[in-house]
């Protein structure tokens, strides 16, 4: 797979603005992998989020989204990858900063935060601006340097999502 194609995962919070993204995105060009979850079923998050976050820590992926019901625990578990940038975005100027200052390589979004459209202009903002470099690679340095000492360990393998047990409580989200 071509590492310029987008990778993508969801939880069911974020199933139907995934589904909206993946029709925008490839109306529009762009080649997307989309590791899923593939329908409203309740299932966790992290399972998503390392499939995609490890593909672009890997490089194998340039650029990563994440959509979960607020995005926070996807950028919460994604974060943990080396070289990952998550960036939860609820604004097109949040989407266009954080490439410009933080070369943000992996997207997060809440699908009950977020209105589609909202969400189209932000993912827009978050493509199509380029990192500025300059004073920020000294920011980004220092990142680099933490990970260093302390994302050491070899890639988290999580369970098959389906081993994962839930908590059973009919109506949870
Ligand atoms: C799932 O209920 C919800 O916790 C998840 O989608 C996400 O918002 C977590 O941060």
């Known amino acids: 797979m071509d590492k310029d194609t987008i990778w993508i995962g969801n939880d069911h919070g974020g199933y139907a603005l995934k589904e909206r993204l993946v029709a925008y995105l490839?109306?529009?060009g762009y080649a997307v992998h989309d590791v899923g979850s593939h329908?409203?079923?309740i299932v966790r998050y992290p399972h998503y989020a390392a499939q995609v976050a490890q593909?672009?820590?890997?490089?194998?992926a340039t650029r990563g989204i994440l959509i979960c019901s607020t995005g926070i625990g996807m950028s919460i578990i994604a974060n943990k990858y080396p070289g990952v940038r998550a960036s939860?975005?609820?604004s097109t100027y949040m989407g266009r900063m954080t490439r410009a200052h933080?070369?943000?390589n992996v997207l997060c979004l809440g699908g009950r935060i977020t209105?589609?459209?909202e969400a189209i202009d932000i993912l827009n903002a978050w493509l199509n601006?380029?990192?500025e470099g300059g004073r920020h690679d000294i920011s980004l340095g220092l990142i680099g340097e933490a990970e260093g000492q302390m994302l050491t360990g070899p890639a988290w393998q999580p369970a098959l999502p389906e081993e994962t047990p839930t908590d059973g409580k009919a109506g949870a989200s």
């Open 26 to 28: 490839e109306g529009h």
């Open 39 to 41: 329908s409203t079923e």
């Open 55 to 60: 593909a672009v820590s890997e490089g194998r």
């Open 88 to 90: 939860l975005c609820t």
């Open 102 to 104: 933080n070369d943000s």
């Open 115 to 117: 209105g589609d459209l």
């Open 129 to 131: 601006t380029a990192y």
